[in-house]
Antibody, heavy 120, light 106 residues
Framework: EVQLLESGGDLVQPGGSLRLSCAASGFTFRTFALSWVRQAPGKGLEWVSAISANGDNTFYADSVKGRFTISRDNSKNSLSLQMNSLRVDDTAIYYC?????????????WGQGTPVAVSS | DIQLTQSPSYLSASIGDKITITCRASHSVSTFLNWYQQRPGRAPKVVIY???TVQNGVPSRFSGSGSGTDFNLTISSLQPEDFATYYCQQSNGTPRTFGQGTKVEI
């Protein structure tokens, strides 16, 4: 059974930093791309960042480029999101999502999410 | 970046109704268009991928159509568990944009 378990969400002040983690199991981790998707309170889904299966390629939404860094450790089946210079509008539930891996490419599994609140 | 616009944003319907949600892309995404269902307090789950393929385990009352810039998600006979918010999402490149969502309410 595929499982994605996020952790690391917390209350942080504007300008602060936070590191989110996603522990994966139930699939061959090193062969699938992964993404972070967030959802602000009462709002829709926003794709944040993605990383290729081997970690060589990373992608970011313009809203987080230069502040967030995605990474993965294929030896530990772990995905991370380092978030710096946090802003109030980064407040959201952050989901880890697995890419389907096929030509069609969709998010076939999601974690339960970890909440991040940025407030003074 | 490719923008996705869903309509309507809210849809009021009854059990047994047939409903259709539309997603329009600002540029062609071929058939790289997916639909997700999100129930309150839950993570999203895919219901349709590649515009028209029903994900394993999703009831056959769900169907998708379209290509290029115009897509539809149809539920042929609404069931109580279908009342949720639905999002389209394109996977034709990054950023992997989502539509703003359509909330299906009783």
């Amino acid at each position: 059974e595929v499982q994605l378990l996020e952790s690391g969400g917390d209350l942080v002040q504007p300008g602060g930093s936070l590191r989110l983690s996603c522990a994966a199991s139930g699939f061959t981790f090193r062969t699938f791309a992964l993404s972070w998707v967030r959802q602000a309170p009462g709002k829709g889904l926003e794709w944040v960042s993605a990383i290729s299966a081997n970690g060589d390629n990373t992608f970011y939404a313009d809203s987080v480029k230069g502040r967030f860094t995605i990474s993965r450790d294929n030896s530990k089946n772990s995905l991370s999101l380092q978030m710096n210079s946090l802003r109030v509008d980064d407040t959201a539930i952050y989901y880890c999502a697995k890419d389907s891996g096929g030509y069609e490419s969709f998010f076939d599994y999601w974690g339960q999410g970890t909440p991040v609140a940025v407030s003074s | 970046d490719i923008q996705l616009t869903q309509s309507p944003s809210y849809l009021s319907a009854s059990i047994g109704d047939k409903i259709t949600i539309t997603c329009r892309a600002s540029h062609s995404v071929s058939t790289f268009l997916n639909w997700y269902q999100q129930r309150p307090g839950r993570a999203p789950k895919v219901v349709i991928y590649e515009a028209s393929t029903v994900q394993n385990g999703v009831p056959s009352r769900f169907s998708g159509s379209g290509s290029g810039t115009d897509f539809n998600l149809t539920i042929s006979s609404l069931q109580p568990e279908d009342f949720a918010t639905y999002y389209c999402q394109q996977s034709n490149g990054t950023p992997r944009t989502f539509g703003q969502g359509t909330k299906v309410e009783i």
